[in-house]
């Protein structure tokens, strides 16, 4: 007997029987543009690894709606659980519950927008609240996208999904997804874009798309895989829904909820204390159905698959990402790190994991930032939901559709959520008798206040505020002064009864609210009878946007009065306002950098910062238009000359953007003097280092830089790289990355003026290196496989093979930083026996083992070739752990730890029933592919008994024709045919 350090390896491995070509690689003529499209799960087998070692199960273009502690959280379906809720067979007794042209739900004349045909089960007739509430979800949908296409979506209501139970108790709902595509779409997919746009901002972000392929973190690709809704808007496949006959593209798109859950299903009042709206959860996943898809993180879960990508990923960037930098710029999916949305305005937040919620911020990458994390609710495809809260569709919501090539339909009103705070309570001071405000700003007008939510911690040593009265009241200043006018005018001034609070602790009270057609919305909290605590954030962005007056409104101070004194003191209180989505944004105003300037010195490029700032919005410098350069939604440069800072003084920016519902930001003042300005830093790329490595550029940005400035580590000048006002470098050194600690940078700008700003943190790290994978084995035959490796991003590394029949294959040259996904190849083995090799980065090894050739027989006759059905033996080395013969009915597919599995074309593995087992012999029954019972048990052997229990290695099976000589498997005998 043999032995190695990986442990004793006698076993035999995979027998691959392919059968057949798969049929989307054949040889044909297609259009570049509208190639044959296969279906997701398609696509997934077709990417397994060619190793005898069990991956990650792969998940499926689905998605599960489970039950949090103070909510709902919206994650993608694993395989496990689509098979669960599988409705193959089941959906045959469905029937249409809306408005249909024929009966079957399809329009037959000619469309003016999306129709979604909603097929119900009789399940559903039990609960009419439920059924409604998806007819009035669909036909949110309907009432924005123009495109002239039908979506089919099954839906069921009740304790059963399609009549089958729930995999968990904790499941609230699930939607399966009609997900389609091909290995060379994208250029297809980038001319149809440009050719059925019909905004012009967009078409030009269209353009801007990389004209052959799309480059990515992981390489580039011109494979896509898409939701069917976005393929019909694009003319890929026909524009009506019709599942009697598009079988070729799977079931069509289904949707279920579980009935032992909680429901609101009216939100037109508000929603109930602990009850879940169902408008908002069904509309939610109609969006996932409609596109909101990702494929973030599915080569760090299955390493060997082709990198991929949806339309929602043509636009996910690291941030700071400009229309300039659009078309080159990598698109982001690996997990991990900041994600934002990019397509041609503000950059909006994402959430960073992969499918399984690992990897990044913990919540899955089809999604924008959890407002949870961030205080900022940027759509209806947030993750999460809070119980009792409402939720409705964003203006970045309709932005992302937009992108996926949707037309939209003009007057669609949306809801924006206006915060002024990050999420994080940090303080709860007690403020009884004190009328507490937020200054917040719409993007667009007009903006009806339509609820207001604010967040009532509990006090130690205080009532529950639960049953307490509290007054809310809202006003305007129409001018953006930036403070609150003393004794205003109040639009809208109601006491509420508190209810029951969650968890959370936010508390929604929504009401019939003023409209507002300029300026600046005021929304204001008093406690007027019991004391009460108000949630105060101070971890967040300085905006001075919070105010308290302890004489009723007759006057107010800033809120940082109440706390600390600093300067980030943003009471939790917001405002829902809903807006018209066609309204051209008005531009926000927050910084201008320089904003000293000397006098009489040469003309300079002024960085402007805010938001809502768009393609034709101009800089303003003292109401007289300046040359414009437009970055991104937030970020401008404009050209001042030097006639415009010929003489001391002071001089009024704002920006611009015509259009109808457009207008002027607010203004800032930029100085005309001999003083410096003092800076400030917004952030610092990178923020962390490997210990001992050289060299390494930190660039510094922020604003009011200037060529004297200097940056300070851990309180020593740095020589620096003057940028730009908002931009400055240095450059590491070994000593300055020598000890794990955290590093201080300040930029220092000397007199006059000039000043101090404030301090960042630059850490340095030991790098550990981690793989997904310890160990992998082969068949004789070799194959290619891969694993995930996980490093922080300033860790380099180099990917060494110990084997000259291991080769590395991604990335080329083996070597990177940070997390990646790195590829292999094994050779062929022409020798009997088992070998083994590793592959070493860092500290860490993938250990990989390869079986030796085997020959295999039939035993009929003792020679080739062996058929399904037919008794088969394999000869060659290090087999089995010893000699055992089965006596059991019906024979093992397991025999003292040695198994023998058939892969067919489709790759569905099948396990072989064991006759006897050696070192040197093994005799099975190749599996008939045709029998039912067959593939249950290959079903079952994949997700319980082989995925720990195979040997490694595997074999190949050579041509074979079905023989006489076999046992009893199928009741039909099987046509001889040729395999390969």
């Known amino acids: 007997m043999k032995s190695s350090k990986f442990g004793l390896l006698r076993s035999l491995a995979l027998i691959s029987l392919l059968l057949m070509a798969f049929p989307w690689q054949r040889d044909r003529a297609q259009s570049p543009q509208k190639p044959e499209l296969i279906t997701y799960d398609q696509w997934m087998k077709s990417q397994m690894p060619q190793t005898d070692t069990a991956t990650s199960e792969p998940f499926t273009d689905g998605f599960v709606i489970v039950k949090s502690e103070d909510g709902t959280s919206c994650r993608l379906m694993t ?27 399809l329009r037959l004349e000619a469309q003016t927008g999306l129709k979604i045909t909603l097929r119900a089960t009789s399940q559903l007739d039990n609960f009419p609240q439920a059924k409604e509430a998806f007819i009035r979800a669909a036909a949110v949908w309907e009432g924005i996208i123009q495109s002239p296409i039908t979506v089919v979506i099954d ?4 304790p059963t999904r399609f009549g089958n139970p729930y995999s968990s108790s904790n499941i609230i709902g699930s939607t399966s997804n009609q997900t389609l595509g091909a290995s060379n779409l994208y250029t297809g997919v980038r001319d149809q874009l440009i050719s059925t746009s019909n905004n012009s901002q967009q078409t030009a972000v269209f353009s801007a798309l990389p004209s052959s392929n799309l480059p990515t973190d992981s ?99 690291r941030p700071g990402v400009t229309l300039g930098s659009f078309s080159a710029s990598s698109r982001l999916l690996i997990s991990g790190g900041e994600h934002t949305h990019f397509s041609g305005g503000d950059e909006l937040p994402l959430s960073t994991s992969r499918l399984d919620g690992q990897g990044g911020d913990g919540r899955q990458a089809p999604h924008w930032k959890d407002d949870a994390q961030t205080g900022i609710n940027v759509g209806i495809m947030d993750p999460t939901a809070i119980d009792g809260n409402r939720e409705d569709v964003s203006p970045s919501d309709l932005l992302a559709l937009r992108s996926f090539g949707y037309q939209l339909k003009n007057s669609v009103k949306v809801t924006e959520v206006l915060s002024a705070d990050d999420g994080s309570r940090t303080v709860s001071p007690v403020a009884t008798g004190a009328l507490v405000v937020n200054r917040l700003t719409p993007s667009r007008y007009p903006a009806k206040v339509t609820g207001i939510s604010v967040n009532l911690p509990f006090v130690s040593g205080q009532p529950s505020p639960a049953g307490a009265p509290l007054r809310l009241v809202v006003f305007n200043d129409p001018n953006r002064t930036g403070l609150p006018p003393n004794n205003p005018a109040l639009l809208f001034d109601r006491t509420f009864i508190v209810p029951n609070i969650t968890s959370s602790r936010f508390v929604e009270f929504t009401f019939d609210g003023p409209t507002i057609n300029a300026g600046d919305i005021y929304i204001g909290v008093q406690s007027t009878t019991t004391p009460m605590g ?72 002024l960085w402007v910062r805010g938001t809502s700032f768009q393609p034709n919005s101009v800089v303003k410098w003292n109401g007289t238009d300046r040359p414009t350069t437009y970055l991104n939604g937030s970020l401008m440069q404009a050209a001042i000359s030097s006639g415009d800072i010929a003489s001391a003084g002071n001089a009024t920016v704002t920006i611009f953007t015509a259009g109808q519902g ?193 020959t295999t ?53 099948r396990s072989s029933p064991l006759f006897y087992v050696s070192p040197s012999q093994v005799n099975f029954q190749v599996p008939c592919r045709h029998c039912q019972r067959y593939r249950y048990r290959d079903h079952v052997c994949q997700r319980n008994e082989c995925r720990f229990r195979k040997p490694p290695g595997s074999v190949g099976l050579s041509k074979s024709l079905l023989r006489q000589f076999k046992r009893q498997g199928c009741r039909r005998r099987l046509r001889p045919e040729n395999q390969t």
């Open 79 to 105: 395989r496990e659980e689509a098979l669960k809720m599988k409705v193959a067979g089941i959906r045959e007794g469905l029937r249409v519950i809306n408005d249909g042209g024929d009966g079957r739900g």
């Open 155 to 158: 839906v069921d209501f009740g």
């Open 219 to 317: 390489g580039t690709t011109t494979s896509v895989f898409a939701s069917s809704p976005i393929l019909r808007a694009l003319d890929f496949i026909d524009p009506v829904a019709d599942p009697s006959r598009e079988g070729q593209y799977g079931s069509p798109p289904s949707i279920g909820f579980n009935s032992n859950f909680g429901f609101d299903f009216d939100p037109s009042d508000g929603i109930a204390i602990n009850t879940i709206d169902f408008n908002a959860t069904a509309v939610h996943e109609i969006g996932h159905v409609l596109g909101f898809s990702s494929f973030v993180g599915n080569r760090e879960l299955t390493p060997t698959s082709s990198v991929t990508a949806s339309p929602w990923d043509f636009y996910r960037f």
């Open 534 to 605: 108000i949630a105060v954030d101070t971890n967040g962005p300085a905006y001075q946007r919070s105010f308290i007056s302890q004489n009723n409104g007759g006057s107010f101070q800033p809120l940082n009065t109440l706390t600390d004194g600093s300067t980030a003191s943003n009471f939790m209180a917001r405002a829902d306002v809903s807006v018209p989505f066609d309204a051209v944004p008005i531009p926000g105003l927050t910084s201008a950098s320089p904003n000293k300037i000397k006098p009489g010195g040469a003309g300079l490029t």
């Open 662 to 854: 457009g207008g002027d930001s607010n203004n800032l003042t930029v100085s005309i003097t001999a003083d410096n300005p003092a800076p400030s830093i917004v952030k610092i790329d990178p923020s962390v280092g490997a210990q001992g490595i050289s060299g390494a550029t930190v660039n510094v940005f922020g604003n009011n830089f200037t060529n004297s400035s200097v940056v300070r580590w851990n309180g020593s000048d740095k020589p620096t790289n003057f940028i730009s006002s908002v931009q400055l470098s240095i450059t590491l050194g070994a000593s300055d990355l020598a000890a794990f600690t955290e590093n201080k940078i300040i930029v220092f700008t000397p007199g006059p003026g000039g000043g101090t700003s404030n301090e960042v943190t630059f850490s340095v790290i030991q790098c550990s290196y981690f793989l997904s994978v310890t160990s992998q084995s082969f068949s004789s035959n070799g194959g290619t496989s891969g694993f995930s490796l996980t490093a922080n991003s300033a860790c380099p590394w180099n990917a060494v093979s110990d084997a000259q029949w291991i080769a590395i294959t991604n990335p080329i040259g083996a070597s990177g930083s940070g997390k990646y996904v790195v590829n292999y190849r094994v050779l062929s083995n022409s020798q009997a026996g088992l070998r083994t090799g590793k592959i070493t980065i860092g500290s860490s090894s993938l250990n990989i083992s390869q079986a030796g050739l085997v």
């Open 857 to 909: 027989v039939s035993s009929a006759n003792y020679g080739l070739p062996v058929s399904p059905e037919s008794i088969a033996t394999a000869f060659g080395a290090d087999l089995a752990l010893g000699v055992f013969n089965s006596d059991v009915t019906p024979l093992p597919t397991n025999l003292n730890g040695t198994s023998v599995r058939v892969t067919d074309a489709n790759l569905n593995n």
